[in-house]
């Protein structure tokens, strides 16, 4: 019995997570920094490392609405679009910041023969369990 349960629990996470990722493709996220802020009570700074592969991209997401966000660009050219922004491309060096309650639906390798990678820092209350929320388009 326990043993059905087990693998019944294992599917429904497979198939849950192939779900949640069928729009995101040659991404890699990792969480790189997390630290609260000692001076601002209730709030950390968090950073990500999102690499694309060639042509890799991200599904429309938005973030915790008490989520300001920099990103700069560190390899390569990175494609992205802010709530009804226009998509713009930033190359490495460059940079863009995301507001409380803003929606990203663009975010991708602006090659399809090149990698690229960003870092995302976020200034996030400490009590946020996730950074990124997919959003339909």
Same mark, same amino acid.
Do not use: W
């Given at each position: 019995?326990? !043993?059905?349960?087990?693998? @019944?629990?294992?599917?429904?996470?497979?198939?849950? @997570?192939?779900?949640?990722?069928? &729009?995101?493709?040659? *991404?890699?996220?990792?969480?790189?920094? &997390?630290?609260?802020?000692?001076?601002?009570?209730? !709030?950390?700074?968090?950073?990500?490392? +999102? *690499? $694309?592969?060639?042509? /890799?991209?991200? @599904?429309?997401?938005?973030?915790?609405?008490?989520?300001?966000? $920099?990103?700069? =660009?560190? *390899?390569?050219?990175?494609?992205? !679009?802010?709530? &009804? /922004? #226009?998509?713009?491309?930033?190359?490495?060096?460059? /940079?863009?910041?995301?507001? #409380?309650? &803003?929606?990203?639906? +663009?975010?991708?390798?602006? @090659?399809?023969?090149?990698?690229? !990678?960003?870092?995302? +820092?976020?200034? =996030?209350?400490?009590?946020?369990? *996730?950074?990124?929320?997919?959003? /339909?388009?």
């Amino acid at each position: 019995m326990i !043993k059905t349960i087990l693998c @019944s629990a294992a599917t429904v996470t497979i198939l849950a @997570s192939g779900a949640l990722a069928h &729009d995101t493709i040659g *991404e890699n996220v990792k969480l790189v920094y &997390d630290q609260p802020l000692p001076n601002v009570p209730g !709030k950390s700074m968090r950073a990500v490392l +999102v *690499e $694309y592969e060639p042509g /890799g991209t991200s @599904s429309a997401h938005t973030h915790p609405k008490s989520a300001f966000i $920099y990103a700069t =660009v560190l *390899e390569g050219a990175i494609r992205s !679009k802010v709530n &009804d /922004g #226009p998509v713009t491309t930033y190359h490495a060096g460059q /940079g863009f910041s995301e507001f #409380p309650g &803003d929606r990203h639906g +663009v975010s991708e390798n602006a @090659s399809a023969t090149e990698p690229a !990678k960003l870092l995302a +820092v976020f200034v =996030v209350d400490t009590d946020e369990k *996730e950074l990124t929320t997919p959003s /339909g388009e």
